[in-house]
């Protein structure tokens, strides 16, 4: 199944500070996701259940994403290096920012 990808605008603006090589990697971790996303990454628990990470461990990174199978949707949350728990949080934060606009919008 393919997907279409979405970057939330932090994940936009994270992948654009990455350097050339970084940015190739992930750029090539994003391909994977639209063609298999439902196949690779490890799915996350608690308040991120029904996010998934994909690691990329040679830089130490983590893209965070969901999925929305019914219209076949990859939405990129974020990308950072783990320390402490940071891009959880992150991603915590931006999937409350797209649930606040998707309910908004269905008002």
């Not at 439902?38 to 830089?59: M, Q, V």
């Amino acid at each position: 199944m393919k997907y279409d990808i979405e970057l939330t605008n932090l994940a936009a603006k994270q992948l654009k500070k990455m350097d050339g090589s970084v940015k190739q990697m992930l750029l090539k971790g994003i391909k994977r996701l639209a063609e298999r996303g439902d196949t690779i990454g490890k799915p996350l628990g608690g308040e991120l259940a029904g996010c998934r990470e994909l690691k990329f461990r040679a830089d130490g990174l983590r893209l965070i994403y969901t999925m929305d199978n019914g219209k076949i949707v990859i939405t990129i949350l974020t990308i950072a290096k783990r320390e402490d728990d940071v891009v959880f949080q992150m991603a915590l934060n931006e999937l409350k920012k797209e649930i606040a606009a998707a309910w908004s919008s269905s008002r």
